[in-house]
């Protein structure tokens, strides 16, 4: 027994010795190489930015070591991404990485691990590498999980304007709707407007388009939103409202007593925000009033309106004193002192 | 007599080697759980992953909640860590929770804050809000004042002001990488709102250096007794708690940052404020309310290290820490026995909190009675050698090679520390674990279960030096 005892614990033991050791082996050669790559990175990264912006035909040379290589030039060239402007600057980012990476990361889609997976979709988006674009398409279908490399694949499809990634879009019921923003937001605009035209929308994505429109300020768009306003689906409608929040702007202002007498409170709070974007002083009674709402938001919004109008200073001021409702006295007293932003 | 008693002895002594064996294997198989996933992220570009969330309008805005007791060294650069997120919307709330040093008025006159009235929610009734504050220099700080009543109520009073759907709970003496937020709520982000809390890696910072406020290089302190924590931290996040998250069973969610959905605290009650483990106490009752409701919300662990914290650095000061954790568990498994071995809350009622008995809660005891039996074995030989020396190396394998482990899994997989010979420090310290620093913890850990049984002790404070004062490294 005692025997068997001593034999495992020292096979543990020695286990983890050779793993100290080797991992102190990988360690000092990983510390080696990454020095190596980032001095390759600082050698290449003035010459290549003349390249890149064009100032000079001749493309510097790249380190031989493949590995070396791939970092450098991903290393250049997302830096790069992040400021380039015009289009021939574009041209060549993407001439360049399809030159040195578009058979590395075609090899990776296939071998890579899942993290080299996922970091090469992320390059090629950067990089808008759109000679990838049917390797993309391949790799998606055979993703196993519903996860980032899932995402990524769809994004970098979207990116492309490749319209094979819609009946992704509009039959996945897990995507969140901030992803089918992130989508919407990468979409060409003709694909926005064939959805537009798409009749039983999955909700998730309607949802995601009103609040996209809100974000963007289009005003071509606005029809579409002020139609959902009489979406028989109460999310619908408040994504409506609150696009419009956004866009700061409803050509039916008479229409808004409808929602500012609502018997839900998101509606009453939405509708007191329009209000106070809009700056409609007719509506101040009825703010008045919903400054003493029994919910908290609601009355939030409505103090926060009043504050907005022409003579909103005195308005808070009265209810501060003199509204009826201590809640209401209490947030008027409040948003006197309170800094506020837009809280759409 | 003495025959019966020997007997007795190596009887004990069989159980501790079975019971330490268990739970080494258990550890062991932890890691085998916890490994694929770290396998999985390992190389993973961190930069990329987050950077569609942190220009995205759709990042749910938060609230972070800061709840601060006597932190006049450490709460300014907490508060220009909290600022300097990189995070789309978010609000900073410090809570002086009663201060009688000069915490409110450092905020105040560092951060140029104006007085503001009050029309605060009362989600939970707390001590008194006596006064808030909006900086006229960051719109989105505010400091609110309230009588004390500890951090659970401090927490309650953020968050019944906070506006956001979101809040993070952080300790006053931790910083966040500017990251932090955005990794901890990318889960919660990708899930559509399926993940209701997340938690991230807590590290100890004592030892690197920190620059306005952010951890600038990481290296290690010269105290074993901050070395042996650091390795303690490695194996309980690298090894604990990643595992029982992916099994959906995490039941803590460190005290020091985390990330909550406010309407399922709320509807949970919020913060329990008579027990010292309020924010372990919090995430069983999350869970209980999730498994009564049959909801399909889960709560998540990430392993990216995202928060810095300033770990006890005298002795009296980590017994008071090791105290009053044991005691908080041993309150919140007190006051949630119900769920245990209950199969109404699945791996929650069958494992995790059966784990947390016999793992975190006991093993104290069955540890303690382990050196007793070995120190008087060996001395006054009323056991055998064979049984001694078995037992001997079922408490190093328990400790320290377990510990060595989580060090070798830590430089695998995220390889902070810059050098070889760090590693080679930590690796060395982590096999000392078993003879001086594991036995002492042991001893604390039990006093924590008497005080817990007998309902009383005074459990300190912290003496802080401030993380942003530490000796700079070399």
Redesign the interface.
Known sequence: ??TA??WV?GA??ML?LI??TA??IN??R??RLNNRKLRAYRQALGPYIVYLSGESDVQPRLPKEKEIKIYVIEKLL?GYSQNVNSEAEKARMKKTADEHLQDHYTQVLKKG????R??VL??ME?FMMTSLKDQVWEHIQAVPERD?EY?QSM?VLASFGDERVLPFMLHDQ??????T??LLRRFPAAFIDSLKTTENLPSGVLTAML?YFG?TGFYEHLPFVEANLNSEDKEIRLKALAALTQYRYYSDHDNLERFITSSLWEERMYGARLVGLLNLSRYSPQLMELAGDGN?WV??AACEALKRLPDGEILLEFAAEEHQDP?AR??A??L????T?VSA | MTGWINAAVEAAAIVIIIYMGSVSLLYLGMFFIAGPRIR??????RE??I??IAM????FPVSVLVPAYNEEVGVSSTVRSMLALNYPQFEVIIIDDGSVDETSSRVITEFRM??????I?TYFPTQPVEKAY?S?LF?NLFLIRKLNGGKADALNAGINFS?YPYFAAIDGDSLLDRDALLKTMKPI?????RVTATGGTVRIANGSRIIRSEVEKIALPETPIVLMQIIEYFRAFLIGRLGLSRLNVLLIISGAFGVFEKNRVIKAGGYKVNTVGEDMELIVRIHRSLKDEKSDQRIEYIQDPVCWTEAPSTLSSLRSQRRRWQRGLAETLWTHRKMILNPKYRGIGLFALPYYILVELISAIFELVGYVIIVGGILFAFISW?IA??MF??T??YGS?LS??AV?LE??TY?KY???KS??VL?FWALTEAFWYRPMTVIWRCEGLIAAILQKGSWGNMQRKGISAEKEAA
């Open positions: 027994m005692v005892v001593l614990s543990f033991f983890q793993l100290l991992i102190a360690k000092n990983s510390i997302s691990s899942w993290s080299e996922v970091n992320y390059f950067d980032e995402r994004r897990s995507l969140s709707i901030g992803f923003k992130e609040s974000e908290w009355r939030f809640y209490d947030m007293k409040q006197r002192t309170l800094r932003g | 999985k992220e390992r190389k993973l570009n990329a992953h950077e569609e995205n309008k759709d990042t104006k007085e503001i009235d009050l029309a929610r909006q006229t719109p506006k982000i990708d899930s559509n709102g064979e020396l078995i190396m079922a190093v394998l090679l060595s482990l070798l430089e695998w390889h810059p050098d070889v590693l080679l690796f």
